[in-house]
Nanobody, 125 residues
């Protein structure tokens, strides 16, 4: 059983940056793709970014390209999500997920087997 733990959320001012981390206990991310989803208040959970551990392929939500960056955390074998130029529109709960999606389903929640409990990101308006 893979348990995912997110960390790094918090309060950040408009225009600021934040890095979220996702680590796996009971396993490694080898063989998985790891994604970040977010859920803003009153909205459905949406895809943010994903990284395929083997090969390092990355995918991003179109509207977040250039501001968000997903990468491996070589220090602890986890996944990082670097978020820049944050606005109040980025406020929400950010979830880490792991699975084995094919490229066409990488943004689909149902393609992921394991989910973390989420970490809150708040950017005051």
């Amino acid at each position: 059983q893979v348990q995912l733990v997110e960390s790094g959320g918090g309060l950040v001012q408009t225009g600021g940056s934040l890095s979220l981390s996702c680590t796996a206990s009971g396993s490694t991310f080898a063989g998985y793709s790891v994604a970040w989803f977010r859920q803003r208040s009153g909205e459905e959970r949406e895809f943010v970014a994903a990284l395929r551990w083997s090969g390092g392929n990355t995918w991003y939500r179109d509207s977040l390209k250039g501001r968000f960056s997903i990468s491996k955390d070589k220090a602890n074998g986890g996944i990082l999500l670097r978020m820049n130029s944050l606005t109040s529109e980025d406020t929400g709960v950010y979830y880490c997920a792991a699975g084995r999606p094919i490229s066409s389903t990488v943004a689909t929640m149902g393609a992921y087997y394991y989910w973390g409990k989420g970490t809150q990101v708040t950017v005051p308006s």
